[in-house]
């Protein structure tokens, strides 16, 4: 059974920075296009990033230039370097693969604010 379990979240001021990370078990990660989505309240769960096997990657242009996605095959690891966050960055965020292939995990939150 596929588990994600995303980590790094937190409480920080605008202009801060945080580096989340996605652990991937019982899954063939290296096969697979990986994506890192955000939900904020009362508001659909999107896409923020993704990563191909081969580390070409795609960022939401409200993103660009403030974040950074990378992955680790060896380690089943995907990472999420925030940069210059915002407030409206505040939300939960999720790991999976990319188009969506496998249950959610608990997600980590990151709250902007001053």
């Known amino acids: 059974q596929v588990q994600l379990v995303e980590s790094g979240g937190g409480l920080v001021q605008p202009g801060g920075s945080l580096r989340l990370s996605c652990v991937v078990s019982g899954a063939d990660f290296a096969a697979r296009r990986m994506g890192w989505y955000r939900q904020a309240p009362g508001e659909q769960r999107d896409l923020v990033a993704s990563?191909?096997?081969?580390?070409?990657?795609y960022l939401k242009d409200s993103m660009k230039g403030r974040f950074a996605i990378s992955r680790d095959n060896a380690k089943e690891t995907m990472y999420l370097q925030m940069n210059s966050l915002k407030p409206e960055d505040t939300a939960v965020y999720y790991c999976n693969s990319f188009p969506v292939n496998w249950g959610w995990g608990q997600g980590t939150q990151v709250t902007v604010s001053s």
């Open positions: 990563i191909t096997i081969s580390g070409d990657t």
